[in-house]
């Protein structure tokens, strides 16, 4: 809105265009403050969908994960869980070193744990988030639920298979 100064300063041919200048920006700021609550209806009515999903995309069986793609590497942390409809057993570990078991589930896009700390016996609760990776075949399109910051490892080494089994699973 122009004040009284503005127009006594300025001829009326310039007030009007600077009228129109800002009955324009005016307009523009309104489109985009209109789209901006569209948006943000939209994300808000998106995210808590995506928070209940279920991770229903783990089938029954024994997963291994691990913070670099290849497996048995010093230093490296790996975590190793056996899938039982959304309940969860398993143990982080890395080659060589101690170990911490688990027992949980998957729900909500997330691994909801309780770790056991292998040396003083003692439960802590801990949430590890899930990453879904499309993953197309031919004749399909499924979804990997992933822990983030890890990498699929397709194949169950035998420490993988102590860890589970010194877990009591």
Same mark, same amino acid.
């Given at each position: @809105?122009?004040? +009284?100064?503005?127009?006594?300063? %300025?001829? %009326?041919?310039?007030?009007? +265009?600077?009228?129109?200048?800002?009955?324009?920006?005016?307009?523009? $700021?309104? /489109? +985009? @403050?209109?789209?901006?609550?569209? &948006?943000? #209806?939209? &994300? *808000? @009515?998106?995210?808590?969908?995506?928070?209940?999903?279920? &991770? !229903?995309?783990?089938? !029954?069986? /024994? =997963?291994?994960?691990?913070?670099?793609?290849?497996?048995?590497?010093?230093? /490296? *942390? =790996?975590?190793? @869980?056996?899938? #039982?409809?959304?309940?969860?057993?398993?143990?982080? =570990?890395?080659? +060589?070193?101690?170990?911490?078991?688990?027992?949980? #589930? $998957?729900?909500? $896009?997330?691994?909801?744990?309780?770790?056991? !700390?292998?040396?003083?016996?003692?439960? =802590?609760?801990?949430?590890? %988030?899930?990453?879904?990776?499309?993953?197309?075949?031919?004749?399909?399109?499924?979804?990997?639920? /992933?822990? *983030?910051?890890?990498?699929?490892?397709?194949?169950?080494?035998? *420490?993988?298979? !102590? &860890?589970?089994?010194?877990?009591?699973?």
């Amino acid at each position: @809105m122009l004040t +009284a100064s503005t127009s006594l300063s %300025a001829p %009326a041919s310039h007030n009007s +265009a600077i009228s129109s200048k800002f009955c324009w920006r005016r307009r523009l $700021a309104l /489109v +985009a @403050m209109g789209l901006s609550l569209a &948006v943000g #209806n939209f &994300v *808000t @009515m998106v995210v808590p969908a995506l928070a209940n999903e279920t &991770v !229903d995309h783990l089938s !029954d069986g /024994v =997963y291994v994960f691990g913070e670099s793609p290849e497996p048995g590497q010093f230093g /490296v *942390t =790996y975590l190793v @869980m056996e899938v #039982n409809g959304s309940a969860v057993k398993g143990g982080f =570990y890395q080659p +060589a070193s101690s170990f911490d078991c688990f027992h949980g #589930n $998957a729900a909500a $896009a997330e691994l909801s744990l309780t770790v056991v !700390d292998s040396y003083a016996q003692t439960e =802590y609760p801990f949430a590890l %988030a899930l990453e879904s990776n499309a993953v197309a075949s031919q004749e399909t399109i499924a979804a990997e639920w /992933v822990p *983030t910051g890890f990498h699929v490892i397709d194949e169950v080494s035998q *420490t993988d298979h !102590d &860890v589970l089994q010194a877990c009591g699973f």
